[in-house]
């Protein structure tokens, strides 16, 4: 009861347009001159003291991308972009290269606190066990020895702390900011960058190959299965920036590593861009486990503002045996165009695919997977969940692939999709080419609205309509939610209910 | 005058071009008519579609037809037995009506080419967007075909079979059929001959308050021909019908079926099935509007791929804002028997009410070896027992149908495939 409880307090307390993390933050910022050219892109690498490689790089996506059309297949609507009139680079000003929390401008830590997110205080609060000394000041009594994350936090162009590095390290771990990666690690920076996602792949992917500014690294080393929870946190806070953050994830044989993202950014009638690339790399027996919980400013009541969300992240299970996982709640954004994909190369390699995508108001959903089935005996599994609500158009777009050499591929689909008021949209377009005789694939999609039986079975039992509303919403999404991390199942049940507050009657 | 820039055109396109300044003088239609045909011809010069246009992702038109053969004056096809025994045969032979045709108690067969010269038909030969570029294709080229009306109240006891046959060349058919409030008529939509031609044929059905109509396309073209045809519908208040297509040739196929739900009560059926051998490649694309509120569908296609075929099932349910109740479901199941073969299908749902039950499945898979093992185990040898499986897997779907002197008719022509291509 008591949990049925906090679902009705939240919905009432919390309108449609009242975005809980719109706020902003005063910072002193470093900028860059607002617009793109081959200066801006100078200008961020010297920034971020990149090799001359890097520095290249960066240039030929740049040459690339002004001889790429920006795509309009996606089932989205918005004005034309103005890439010029975007600041690329805003960084906090601060001490050059924060090693410790207490470096951190307080402000931003101010931000972090107000977000709930795990840095300092948070951590405390949690009762973790202190073993870094330097990244925490106060002691804790607590000793836990689960429910650890160590946090990679990006505030606009830069990270601005990664904590439990030294232990981390300990265990073979590399973890930290892209931008470290490049100066500290720039073999394996060199090696795998762009191996999953070229810097030629897309309209989108490429702009970020030119002009990513900041993102989170992780290598863990062979045979090494990550001791904790490993977690960036964006933030987008400066007016007319774009966020464009890269993160790189390597599990080398038998390494597993489980990475979380959450995102937020500030309340504002302008819309923002973010634009990232994520590259995932799968060696033998590796798995790798992403979850995402999106909740960037959706806009208002009425459309206006709000993050235009375009995104390509991309798995390659390159090595046999290898797995990786999707995990998403899409509740953000006032446009999303995110198509995590999973590049099944090694013999029985594995991708999974679950997703939650919450749309009202006038937000645009465009989300879904790609299984791209190369080696033998791959599988894969999708199963996505799409609320609409509102005025809002929620499209699954999803490709199931096996190619000639693929044999026994198997792949099963699910994507169900639940549409609460008469304005809003579910498209559901998945895309199945099998090229091999062995392949078996299943697909099944289901559109429909919560049926008056189902709801007059929970109120008929004394709970009010938005209860039982929201009691059969997250039944609907449990497939979902239990694959995801516990501290970000909590939080996504949360933002279900706040997103789809409004949306009932 | 437009400043569309094109890449160059491909030879087939620049045949297309030619052929039709050269035909212009020939083809039959007033004013009107000719008008659509030059909008249409336009359309086409902007360069067919290529993968990049959605609808077309599966069949790359632009790049897949590389032969379009000239008009051939002499060729003459010959009309052929129909399926089922009895039925009135309209033939259309090289894109030519017959001038006598027999009467049918309460229809009205009129020749298309007497329909475009005094251009009533004119307002129907429009495409139905920038992507039809069968639509298209017909508008610039249609010279013949028939116009039916079937009055108000009036049952067939036996079908009418429209035979559209080729014997090489080019042919551009149109066939629209209007039937009344009330009335019952089973459609035979025959499409073959023995030429390696382009084909293209429109069919445009209306349905009255309350009629039902079984239609029928059996489409055998030799593997040599490009087929490219379309359906289309509006199924009137609880009117009913029920469209069943049989594609086994071809070497280019693409089968459009559109259909729309005008009136409340209104009820679809689509059942198919893709016989795919040697190096065709056959498209059957759907697209279904439910415009109004209570209206139901189902589809159910069945595919089996052989050889080097390339088959293509791309269905998609639109449910309109207001389209309440709206209860629709779509399967599309592949049996995939060749390593050289492909399948691919986008079985779509766009819909914008809220109060509705959709679904759709989709499956590619191989035989099942429980049921290979079952027949083997009872001293089937293992090639009739994926024969008898295969067989079972596409008969399920023609069995359906309530009609059993057409069940028999279908299972003849499956069995006919199946005896040269098993």
Known sequence: MPAVQDTIDRVRKIDVDQYKYGFQTEIAVDKAPKGLSEDIIRFISAKKDEPSWMLEWRLEAYRRWLTLEEPTWARVNYPKIDFQDIYYYAAPKSTPGPTSLSDVDPEILKVYEKLGIPLKEQEILAGVQKTDASDLEEPSDNVYKSGRVAVDAVFDSVSVVTTFKKELAQAGVIFCSISEAIREHPELVQKYLGSVVPTSDNFYATLNSAVFTDGSFVFVPKGVRCPMELS?????????TGQFERTLIIAEEGAYVSYLEGCTAPQRDENQLHAAVVELVALDDAEIKYSTVQNWYPGDAEGKGGIYNFVTKRGDCRGHRSKISWTQVETGS???????????????????????????????????????????????????????AGFSQNTYRGQVSAHRKATNARNFTNCDSLLIGDQCGAHTVPYMEAKNSTAQFEHEATTSKISEDQ?????????????????????????????????????????????????VG | MNMHTQPQRTPAETALIDAFGDRLSLLPGDGAVMLKRDDAIEAIKHG????????????DLRRLLNV???????????????????????PVLNGKSDAKVPGIEGVAVQRLSEKLIDGTIAPGLDPYGSDDAIGALNTAFVADGYFIDIADGTELEKPIELQNLQAGGQTHVRLPVRVGAGAKAVIVERQAGDGAALVSSVSQLVLGEGAEVTWLIVQEQPDTATHLAQFKAHIGKNAKLTLFVMNAGGKLVRQEVMVKTTGEGADFKLRGINLLAGDTHSDVTMVLDHAVPHTTSTEIIRNVVTGKARGVFQGRINVHQYAQKTNAKMACNTLLLSDDGEFSTKPELEIFADDVVCGHGATVTEIDHDHLFYLMARGVDEKNARGLLVKAFVAEVIEELDDETIVEALEARLDEWFATHG
């Open chain 1, 232 to 240: 960036t946190y964006f933030r987008m806070n400066e007016k007319n």
């Open chain 2, 68 to 90: 379009v053969p000239d008009f051939d004056p002499a060729a003459m096809a010959k009309t052929i037995a129909p399926i089922v025994e009895g039925s009135t045969v309209l």
């Open chain 1, 455 to 503: 709801k007059f079975y929970v109120m008929q039992r004394g709970i009010p309509e938005e209860e039982a509303i929201a009691l059969i919403v997250n039944g609907f999404v449990k497939d979902v939610i239990q694959q995801l991390p516990m501290e970000f199942a909590v939080e996504a049940q949360k933002l279900i209910g706040i997103s789809l507050e409004g949306s």
């Open chain 1, 334 to 388: 006032a446009i999303t165009w995110k198509y995590p994909s999973c590049i099944l190369r090694g013999d029985d390699s594995s991708g999974e695919f679950y997703s939650i995508a919450v749309s009202n108001g006038y937000q645009q959903v465009d989300s879904g997977t790609k299984m791209i089935h190369l080696g033998k005996n791959t599988s894969s599994r999708i199963i996505s969940k799409g609320i609409a």
């Open chain 2, 48 to 59: 067919l579609p290529t993968r990049r246009v959605e609808s077309w992702h599966y069949t």
